[in-house]
Structure formats: structure tokens, C-alpha cells
């Protein structure tokens, strides 16, 4: 993939570019991680080289970077798994093989989503939807029937004592909560589905997320 645009920082139309990350840009995505995901989050879950390697070579259509004037600012990256409905439980390590996606299937029939990260002082620039977007374009030209992802749930920590993470999750569906994770997904075209417990080490979200699906509409899937 390569597709180049205009985003607007302001009044001012800003060029950007989404393509295919290669091995000359695993620093800079090391380094994006590092300044997207400061602690409490865990340093050990950014991304490491041999992990950008599997990436690239196992699903290079599902590793994808963001540049703006040049400067690789974020990014997505995906694998595709063979989805089962009737059985949506997993850990984000189990799903994604603690990122090193050895588990890809050529096969799938879905995209999943392993990471997405925009630097913070780029995010008022609206890439992470640009991302989300041009992820979508993947399942439609691979012609599968959805996109997933575990969305973190950041703010549950300061309700846990009050609710559940169901109730959580519903609070933010009926607006009463505003989650700076699901709500950008909501944003983006994204469904809730379930909430999945033990998901990923994660402090601010108690250690859940909420698994959130994109149905490819080119498709005919039974609802």
C-alpha cells in the first residue's frame, strides 16, 4: 500500500503518506511506540526489531506506517487469524503470539489487530483514523469478513470500585462515559462485541478490553 494526502494541522493542509513499513524503519517505529505508550504501561510490550521482522514477513499487507513531511509519526500493524464467533475468548498473547504474529494464517478469514499508536503531538491530526481506515482497505482487497482488535479501556481503573467492565462498556455506549480508546474506535466504524477479562497487563484498564469488530460490507455474513 501507498497512498499519499492531505491532513490538516490548523488552517494548514499538512502532506502525509500511509505505506508498507520495511526493515529501515524499525527504529523509528520503536521509538513511536516509546512516546505513544508511556508508563504505567508496560515498556517490555513495545515493540522489539525481531518482532518488526516477523511482521514484515509474514503479513507485510498488514504492517503499515504513517509519515508526515517524512517523519514516521505511527502505525498499525495486523495479522490474519481464522475467527470463530461462537468462540471469541483470547488474550491479546495467545491472539497475536505475544506480537511476534508466528501464528499468522494466510488462510483467515479475518484481520486482527495487534497494535495501532500515533505519537501524541500528531494525534490532533486525525491519523489513527486514517490508519484504522486504510486497514479496512486490507480486509476488502484480501476479501475477508471482518476486523478485530482488543480496544484497551484506560479509564476503567477509576470506575472498577463502582462497576463492572460490562457495565463499564455500557456506560460508554449510552454516552454516559467517554473512553479516549473506545470512543476513537466508535469513531472509526468499530462494534463492540464482548468484553474479554485477563486480555493484556494493563493497570489503567484493569487488565480487560473490549473486543471491538469491523464487518467488511462487500461481504455477506449472517448477522
Keep these: 500500500m501507498y497512498k499519499k494526502w492531505y491532513v490538516f494541522d490548523g488552517d494548514k493542509p499538512v502532506q502525509a503518506v500511509i505505506r508498507n513499513y520495511t ?12 512516546e505513544s505508550f508511556p508508563p504505567p504501561f ?11 521482522k516477523e511482521h514484515i514477513e509474514r503479513f507485510p499487507e498488514g504492517a503499515l506506517c504513517v509519515e508526515v513531511e517524512g517523519e514516521i509519526v505511527g502505525s498499525i500493524t ?22 511476534y504474529i508466528r501464528n499468522h494464517d494466510p488462510n483467515g478469514n479475518a484481520i486482527y489487530i495487534v497494535d495501532i499508536c500515533v505519537k501524541p503531538a500528531f ?7 486514517w490508519l484504522m481506515q486504510s486497514m479496512y482497505e486490507v480486509v476488502v482487497h484480501e476479501r475477508l469478513e471482518r476486523l478485530l482488535g482488543g480496544a484497551r479501556i484506560p479509564f476503567y481503573h477509576k470506575y472498577q470500585k463502582e462497576m463492572t467492565a460490562g457495565e463499564y462498556l455500557s456506560r460508554v455506549m449510552e454516552g454516559k462515559i467517554k473512553d479516549p480508546v473506545v470512543t476513537f474506535l466508535l469513531h472509526c466504524g468499530r462494534t463492540p462485541v464482548q468484553v474479554l477479562p485477563n486480555y493484556i497487563k494493563d493497570e489503567e484498564s484493569s487488565d480487560y478490553a473490549a473486543l471491538m469488530e469491523w464487518r467488511n460490507p462487500f461481504l455477506s455474513l449472517k448477522y
Design 42 to 52: 508496560p515498556a517490555d510490550l513495545w515493540w522489539n526489531e525481531e518482532q518488526l
Design 23 to 34: 526493515k529501515a524503519d524499525f527504529q523509528e517505529l520503536i521509538d513511536v511506540q516509546k
Design 78 to 99: 495486523g495479522l490474519k487469524i481464522d475467527f470463530n464467533p461462537s468462540r471469541p475468548e483470547h488474550t491479546w498473547s495467545e491472539i497475536t503470539n505475544d506480537g
Design 123 to 129: 494525534r490532533k491530526l486525525g491519523l489513527g483514523k
